[in-house]
């Protein structure tokens, strides 16, 4: 542990022999406003946490409700009159303007609440909501004293320093869960599709329509930085969204390890078990590779697992390769994750890696025109963190020099050989890419042949230019010996039509794209 944990800020080792009473002496009378005046303020004393540490934990809530609700709602159920009052050992009691807003937040937030109370404070708390309106009705509450401990235990004037630092390592514990925050950001909106990822995009939105139905475990692979964990947030903040009452636990397979080593040393393991089975609907694990080789984290896993299959629940898993590629895990977690639906991502096509590359400019704000955003998509083929390496640091280069980026500037700041610079993609590259994929001359391609598969490959070539490089009918026509722009629209539109039909030919254009 630590030697930095704040302890001063949670126990004052020096007052614990001289606390205050448990409450104060009280005229006892039959007067009903002033018994529960007393009873208030018996349970303020209660609570674990001072004042500021109250106030400190109620701004990050509302700082986790900001960002996960709307605006209009967050001002409307949760700005100004919503405030954290108290926390026992079991519950956080939580004050609001009127028994309508209690009402809205009981319906639609309350999961989100104790969600964002969990991650910040590593317990799971039931929420009691109570209307400003039936406090104000009763005699005022006198505030707490500042004295008073941060921690409270049954037999508090027992409390050694040794006692007191078990307290904090059992909280810091609980606080250091394996639960990744969900990046609101990522989307399946803004999730670039292409042929290289558009099952994995597919299964993954049907998924965060009806979890734990249609697919119950998913399996999603391929090479790193391709969007495996930008669907995995998608689906998070999907589910949120439609159904949020669902309790998503999203992790990597590193910290489900270490969560576990942490529980087996504090001796907490059935509790570790019990936060997986029993207050999870839908298990995310990043990753799922790294479990190898570690032979007690795969049985806990594997309990886990049986657990949550034999439920209903959710499971999805990551990893950069298939099941049966992945060394040094048992037979039974290879058996369980195969019987997962295995989806697999590719490296994007070059349309795919233009198109990820104009919405990353256009996030970012970073100006850049189509020649050199086609010369990185020709260029960069590995993954999109590549691509958006190389997007930032020609953004960075334009903000501080002040300058448009223009295609020397772009081949100098990256670094591009000459053997690069030779693979920008134009019409003369796709079409010499088509002919060699057919086997068939570029000459006839461009001249008067009216073949079947001259004629397949010359349109292809016609597609591909409009479609990838955004070429004018007319730029297009006048490569293929100067057609006019009507016969350039009939052997586009003839691709689109066969496309519909024919998932030979969708193979055939991504395998072409992918030789660019």
């Not at 609101?184 to 597919?202: C, D, P, Q, W, Y």
């Not at 997986?276 to 886990?304: A, C, P």
């Not at 590629?325 to 019987?339: A, M, N, P």
């Amino acid at each position: 542990m630590s030697n930095d944990f704040p302890f001063d800020q949670f126990i004052n080792f020096k007052e614990n022999n001289n606390l205050p009473a448990k409450t104060q002496k009280l005229n006892h009378t039959n007067n009903n406003t002033a018994d529960l005046n007393l009873k208030q303020n018996q349970a303020l004393n209660d609570s674990f946490f001072s004042e500021s540490e109250l106030s400190t934990i109620n701004e990050e809530l509302l700082i986790g409700l900001k960002s996960n609700v709307s605006t209009e709602k967050y001002k409307a159920f949760f700005e100004k009159t919503f405030y954290i009052s108290q926390i026992s050992d079991t519950t956080v009691v939580i004050t609001v303007a009127t028994p309508f807003i209690k009402k809205m937040i009981h319906n639609h937030y309350l999961q989100e609440i104790k969600e964002i109370l969990f991650t910040a404070l590593g317990t799971e708390y039931s929420i009691e909501l109570l209307p400003i309106e039936s406090i104000s009705k009763t005699a005022p509450i006198e505030p707490t004293s500042s004295k008073q401990p941060s921690f409270k235990l049954k037999n508090m004037n027992s409390l050694t320093e040794s006692d007191a630092q078990k307290v904090i390592e059992s909280k810091q514990i609980k606080i250091n869960t394996s639960k990744l925050k969900i990046d609101r950001s990522k989307t399946f909106e803004n999730f670039i599709v292409g042929h290289s990822n558009n099952m994995a995009h597919a299964f993954s939105h049907a998924v965060a329509k009806d979890p734990g139905k249609v697919y119950p475990q998913l399996y999603i692979h391929g090479n790193s930085g391709l969007g495996k964990t930008h669907l995995l947030h998608a689906v998070c903040n999907h589910i949120s969204d439609i159904k949020p009452h669902i309790k998503i636990c999203f992790t990597t397979a590193n910290d489900f390890m270490t969560e576990m080593v942490v529980a087996i040393q504090a001796k907490t393991i059935d509790d570790f078990r019990n936060k997986y089975t029993e207050k999870v609907d839908l298990l995310i694990i990043d990753d799922i590779h790294e479990l190898s080789n570690k032979i007690r984290t795969q049985t806990e896993f594997f309990y886990i697992f049986n657990e949550l299959q034999n439920k209903g629940k959710q499971l999805i898993f990551t990893s950069d390769k298939p099941p049966k590629e992945i060394s040094g895990i048992e037979d039974r977690i290879r058996t369980r994750l195969s019987s997962a639906l295995l989806i697999d991502i590719q490296q994007p096509d070059l349309e795919t890696r233009i198109a990820i590359l104009k919405e990353k400019a256009k996030e970012k704000d970073i100006y850049l025109d189509d020649e050199v955003i086609n010369l990185i998509a020709s260029c960069v083929k590995s993954n999109v963190r590549e691509l958006e390496g190389n997007l930032v640091k020609l953004g960075a280069y334009s903000d501080l020099m002040n300058v448009d980026i223009d295609i020397e500037i772009a081949k100098e700041q990256l670094n591009l050989s000459q053997l690069n610079e030779e693979k920008l993609v134009s019409i003369e590259s796709i079409t010499k890419t088509v002919a060699s994929y057919f086997k068939i001359t570029l000459g006839d391609i461009k001249g008067k042949s009216r073949k079947k598969e001259v004629a397949l490959a010359r349109h292809i070539s016609m597609f591909m230019s409009h479609k990838i490089l955004k070429k004018t009918l007319e730029e297009i026509g006048e490569f293929f010996d100067n057609r006019d722009h009507s016969t350039v629209i009939h052997g586009i539109k003839k691709i689109q039509n066969l496309m519909r039909t024919d998932s030979k030919l969708s193979q055939q254009l991504y395998e072409i794209e992918s030789r660019l």
